[in-house]
């Protein structure tokens, strides 16, 4: 296992845990095996980025780990609820209520505004939003002179700092990143990667993020390595070289 960090005696808390969990699409010879009994625990506090060859299972992972997708075995949990013995209505109010998401996709609603479209979840779940924290939010990620703007009078940047705003705005237990910064210019990309490091370290958030690339996996605390439907490595306080050089093993 692979490690630059020195170890802490500190109990950490942990966000999410997977425990046995598999994964599989379809029966008989059609049958795809994209988790393999997978054991992964995920501290709070701290920014995991996801790693792996395309079909090794990290978006998998990461949607299972989150309630948007159900494992075929085994049990996830979110702080201590077990989300796998949920009903549908159960999982969505914890998705609502605990988890923020950052997907590639902005998912932006076009009519509102930048500050209408932050607001929006805890509208939905018929809260008020603390108006210091958001205002933290929104200066972290720079949108103060924005919020009045629709999203197609932003850039795509500026559309994704909105969109990590608002996963950010409800102070979740835990925020899932799904490539966001798939399409975004590099500029913009570590724009958004900066302030998620800076929700971790600041704000006291936990992030885990599915990437391809390692600039946006030296960001995180954690690299979690996966191959064939399993976690086969990690790396703490990852360089780019670091990641790239072990991406080339996994031959991706």
């Given at each position: 296992?692979?490690?630059?960090?020195?170890?802490?005696?500190?109990?950490?808390?942990?966000?999410a845990?997977?425990?046995?969990?598999?994964?599989?699409?379809g029966?008989?010879?059609?049958?795809?095996?994209?988790?393999?009994?997978?054991?992964?625990?995920?501290?709070?506090?701290?920014?995991?980025?996801?790693?792996?060859?395309?079909?090794?299972?990290?978006?998998?992972?990461?949607?299972?780990?989150?309630?948007?997708?159900?494992?075929?075995?085994g049990?996830?949990?979110?702080?201590?609820?077990?989300?796998?013995?949920?009903?549908?209505?159960?999982?969505?109010?914890?998705?609502?209520?605990?988890?923020?998401?950052?997907?590639?996709?902005?998912n932006?609603?076009?009519?509102?505004?930048?500050?209408?479209?932050?607001?929006?979840?805890?509208?939905?779940?018929?809260?008020?939003?603390?108006?210091l924290?958001?205002?933290s939010?929104?200066?972290?990620?720079?949108?103060?002179?924005?919020?009045?703007?629709?999203?197609?009078?932003?850039?795509?940047?500026?559309?994704?700092r909105?969109?990590?705003?608002?996963?950010?705005?409800?102070?979740?237990?835990?925020?899932?990143?799904?490539?966001?910064?798939?399409?975004?210019?590099?500029?913009?990309?570590?724009e958004?990667?900066?302030?998620?490091?800076?929700?971790?370290?600041?704000?006291?958030q936990?992030?885990?993020?599915?990437?391809?690339?390692?600039?946006?996996a030296?960001?995180?605390?954690?690299?979690?390595f996966?191959s064939?439907?399993?976690?086969?490595?990690?790396?703490?306080?990852?360089?780019?070289?670091?990641?790239?050089?072990?991406?080339?093993k996994?031959?991706?």
């Amino acid at each position: 296992m692979t490690s630059t960090a020195t170890t802490s005696p500190a109990v950490t808390a942990i966000a999410a845990r997977a425990t046995g969990v598999t994964k599989a699409y379809g029966t008989g010879d059609a049958r795809v095996l994209a988790l393999d009994d997978v054991d992964v625990a995920i501290e709070a506090g701290r920014f995991t980025a996801i790693m792996g060859p395309s079909g090794s299972g990290k978006s998998t992972l990461l949607h299972v780990l989150a309630g948007l997708d159900r494992p075929s075995a085994g049990t996830i949990t979110i702080g201590d609820a077990d989300i796998t013995e949920m009903s549908d209505k159960q999982l969505t109010l914890l998705r609502r209520d605990r988890i923020g998401f950052i997907f590639q996709a902005f998912n932006l609603l076009p009519t509102l505004t930048a500050a209408e479209n932050i607001a929006l979840p805890s509208k939905i779940a018929g809260r008020q939003p603390d108006p210091l924290w958001v205002q933290s939010v929104v200066e972290t990620v720079g949108l103060g002179d924005r919020l009045s703007h629709r999203p197609s009078e932003l850039s795509g940047g500026q559309q994704q700092r909105v969109a990590a705003a608002r996963a950010l705005a409800g102070k979740p237990d835990i925020v899932f990143a799904d490539e966001p910064t798939g399409a975004l210019d590099s500029r913009s990309g570590e724009e958004l990667l900066r302030f998620l490091q800076h929700a971790v370290r600041e704000m006291n958030q936990t992030v885990v993020m599915v990437t391809h690339d390692p600039a946006a996996a030296a960001h995180a605390d954690r690299v979690l390595f996966l191959s064939d439907g399993d976690i086969v490595d990690e790396m703490h306080n990852p360089t780019s070289d670091e990641v790239l050089e072990y991406m080339k093993k996994l031959g991706a």
